[in-house]
C-alpha cells in the first residue's frame, strides 16, 4: 500500500511551497414486519495530548458558513444547541457535568461542520442535531454523539430486513420523516479543553511551534459522522459493568438485529453477523484481536482493493473500540478523520475516501468523486483513489466531478491539460513541486 501525505495546498500551474496539507447491548429480536426503531448509544472520541500538525482539506465546493448547501440533492443538515430534554442541566452520566452556553464560534464551527456532511450526502429529508455543550464529559472525552433512536428496520425501501439503519439514513431511504419531527443525532461536546473555533485549521503554536489547541470543527464533524452511522453494536463483556452481553467475562455480542454497518464487518474472513455465535468466547477475541476489516465494496475500492481496518485494540475500549478506523492505520493520512484519537493540531476537514466509502456502504447515497488522485509513477491499475491513482493530469481533470479536487503528487507532467469546468488541482505531500505541460 502507498503511504500518501495529504496536507492542505493550492496548486497553480507551477506549485512551490510549504502547506498548509459505546458500548452497546445486545438487542431483543424485533418480530413486527414494520418500520421499527430501538435505543442506541453513544461513541466516544477521546483526546491524544501529543500534538500533532496533519491537516486534510475540506471537500470543495462548501458554502460560506450559514448558508444553506449550494447542491438541490444535498442532504439538509441543521443543528439545535442546548435543547431542552436532549440536554439536561446535569449530564445523566455525572451530575458534576453542567450544561454550559454554547459560545458563537463554537456555534459557527458546529454549523459548518454540518455543511461539510451536507456537500458530500444526496438525500431530501431533514437532518437535525441536538448539540449540547457541556464542562465536562470526563477527562479525556472531547465529545461523543449518537443517532437518535438507534435504529430502525423493515421500513419502505430498507435495503436488507430485520438490520437497524440509523433514522437520518432511514428517512432518506423511506423519503418519509420515521421519527415524527424528532431529533436524528444527539451530540455532546466538552467545554473544559483548550478549542480552536476557526475554519482554516490555522490552530496557535507556542514559542516552541507545538499547537496549543484542539480543532473544534474537526471533533465536530467526526461526531456528526457517527451520528450519520458510523457506528455498530457488537460488544464486549468484562463481567464486571453490568450486562454488557451475558454477564460472561470475554466474551463479545452483537446487536439481534444488527445495524447496516455491523454486517459489513469481518475478523479473519468470517462475518461477525451470522460467522459467529453471540454471544460467545469466540466474538469476544474476535473483538480484541485487532483483527477486524470493514469489508464492504465501496470502503475497500476506496482503500486499494483491501477491507479498511478498524480499531480493535486489547484490552476493549468501550466507545472506541469497533467503531473507528484503526488508528495505527489511519493516522496522519487522509482518512484519518474517523479515528478514535484527534490531537492539539489536527484539522481533519474531510472523513476521506474510506469514511466516505463506508458511508455508502450502509446505504447513504455520496456525492461521489469529489477527490481524485494523481501520481504519474503509477504503472498498475487506475481508478482514481488513493491506492490507485491515475498517472496523468487529464485523466484526473476528467474523472473529477464539477467543482472537485484532483491531488496530483510532486513531479513533471508531460502533458497538455484542457480544464473545461470548475475544480480545484491540490499537490501531496508536505512540500513539492507539480509541473504541467509538454
Not at 424528532?182 to 467545554?191: D, H, Q, R
Not at 495505527?328 to 472523513?351: D, I
Request: net charge negative.
Amino acid at each position: 500500500m502507498r503511504n500518501r501525505q495529504i496536507p492542505f495546498g493550492i496548486l497553480a500551474l507551477i506549485l512551490v511551497f510549504a502547506l498548509y496539507g459505546s458500548s452497546r447491548s445486545a438487542s431483543p429480536v424485533l418480530a413486527e414486519d414494520e418500520p421499527q426503531s430501538i435505543p442506541g448509544s453513544q461513541v466516544v472520541l477521546k483526546a491524544d495530548p501529543v500534538p500533532n500538525s496533519w491537516k486534510v482539506a475540506p471537500p470543495p465546493g462548501v458554502p460560506q458558513q450559514g448558508n444553506a448547501p449550494a447542491r438541490a440533492d444535498a442532504v439538509p443538515i441543521t443543528v439545535v444547541y442546548n435543547l431542552g430534554t436532549s440536554c439536561p442541566a446535569a449530564h445523566p452520566f455525572n451530575s458534576t457535568w453542567l450544561l454550559r452556553p454554547w459560545p458563537n464560534d463554537a456555534m459557527a464551527a458546529m454549523n459548518f461542520a454540518a455543511l461539510i456532511w451536507s456537500t458530500l450526502l444526496n438525500g431530501q429529508q431533514p437532518v437535525v442535531v441536538h448539540a449540547c455543550w457541556y464542562s465536562s464529559l470526563g477527562p479525556s472525552v472531547l465529545g461523543q454523539a449518537g443517532a437518535n433512536g438507534g435504529g430502525w428496520q423493515n421500513f419502505p425501501n430498507a435495503p436488507q430486513s430485520n438490520t437497524l439503519y440509523p433514522v437520518a439514513l432511514a428517512n432518506q431511504i423511506a423519503n418519509s420523516d420515521l421519527n415524527g419531527g424528532a431529533p436524528e443525532i444527539n451530540a455532546s461536546f466538552s467545554a473544559g479543553f483548550p478549542w480552536y473555533f476557526g475554519l482554516d485549521g490555522n490552530i496557535p503554536v507556542d514559542p516552541a511551534g507545538n499547537p496549543t489547541a484542539f480543532d473544534f470543527l474537526s471533533v465536530a464533524l467526526h461526531e456528526i459522522g457517527h451520528g450519520l452511522g458510523f457506528s455498530g453494536s457488537a460488544n464486549w463483556d468484562d463481567g464486571a459493568s453490568g450486562n454488557e452481553c451475558n454477564g460472561t467475562a470475554t466474551w463479545g455480542c452483537v446487536g439481534n438485529p444488527p445495524l447496516a454497518y455491523d454486517r459489513n464487518i469481518q475478523s479473519g474472513g468470517v462475518n461477525i453477523v451470522g460467522g459467529f455465535t453471540s454471544p460467545s468466547a469466540a466474538l469476544g477475541s474476535a473483538l480484541i484481536g485487532n483483527n477486524l476489516f470493514f469489508n464492504g465494496s465501496d470502503a475497500v475500492s476506496a482503500n486499494g482493493n483491501n477491507p479498511p481496518r478498524l480499531f480493535a485494540p486489547n484490552p476493549w475500549q468501550g466507545g472506541s473500540s469497533y467503531l473507528h478506523l484503526d488508528e495505527a492505520t489511519f493516522n496522519n493520512t487522509v482518512n484519518a478523520l474517523m479515528t478514535p484519537s484527534f490531537a492539539p493540531g489536527e484539522a481533519l476537514h474531510h472523513p476521506g475516501p474510506v469514511g466516505l466509502g463506508i458511508m455508502s456502504d450502509i446505504g447513504w447515497s455520496v456525492n461521489s468523486n469529489l477527490i481524485v488522485f494523481v501520481d504519474r509513477v503509477n504503472l498498475g491499475f487506475e481508478d482514481g483513489s488513493w491506492f490507485n491513482p491515475y498517472n496523468t493530469v487529464q485523466e484526473g481533470v476528467a474523472a473529477v466531478n464539477p467543482s472537485g479536487i484532483v491531488w496530483i503528487n510532486a513531479g513533471n507532467y508531460n502533458e497538455r491539460v484542457v480544464i473545461s469546468r470548475p475544480m480545484t488541482l491540490m499537490v501531496t505531500g508536505n512540500t513539492g513541486v507539480v509541473r504541467i505541460g509538454d
